[in-house]
């Protein structure tokens, strides 16, 4: 009998668990695995499984899958085979993961001078518009969100895509620096879910 897929559980920004039954109507000898791809097909990815072994009709089949993008759109599906690789698909099934905020995933100071230094970041977007800027400080204090409390804010940007994974923010030239001064900086990046604040670094002027 051709396996049932059934709708994905517990799913978050980046997890869920996926369902199906290898054979619904009989028991038999089988065993399963499911794929999973954002292809707009459920071939791709394979997740889970249990080698070919005895089970009652209707057993229930469960796996978690991780390390999926937030905000994206999934199919998957479960698959059954005997002892002989023989293989039957059930049908594909929708999985859209839930939003998140977008991540600061680095920060980095150069050509630091007396006066002078030129942030940069890079930025995941996680699938959603994302605006980006750069903030400095003479003070690493920072309030109950993470941000730095008595910040300069520099110019703000939306990154190149919407997309996933690690996009550059505009190098912010600083200016008008003290010489020999300890300064603080962080990025901080918005999406329609939320707003992280990169982790606060210093640098210290010549």
């Known amino acids: 009998e051709k396996p049932l897929t059934e709708a994905a559980t517990l799913v978050t920004s980046t997890t869920a668990t996926l369902n199906g039954q290898p054979d619904p109507l009989a028991a038999a000898m089988v065993g399963y695995e499911f794929h999973l791809n954002n292809n707009g097909s459920c071939e791709g990815k394979t997740v889970g499984g249990v080698a070919v072994t005895s089970l009652a009709a209707g057993t229930k089949a469960e796996t978690q899958v991780t390390g999926l993008e937030p905000n994206q759109n999934y199919m998957f599906c479960i698959v059954a085979f005997n002892a002989a690789s023989e293989t039957t698909t059930g049908a594909a099934l929708p999985l859209k993961t839930l939003p998140a905020s977008p991540k600061v995933d680095s920060e980095s100071v150069s050509a630091v001078t007396s006066t002078v230094a030129t942030l940069e970041a890079q930025v995941n977007p996680n699938n959603e518009k994302t605006s980006a800027y750069m903030q400095y400080s003479s ?68």
């Open 139 to 206: 003070s690493a204090t920072v309030n109950g969100s993470g941000s730095l409390t008595t910040a300069t804010k520099e110019s703000s940007g939306e990154l190149g895509s919407a997309g996933y994974g690690d996009q550059p923010v505009a190098p912010d030239a600083l200016t008008g620096l003290s010489a020999g001064s300890t300064y603080y900086y962080q990025a901080v990046a918005t999406n329609a879910t939320g707003t992280e604040y990169g982790e606060v670094n210093e640098f210290m002027t010549a």
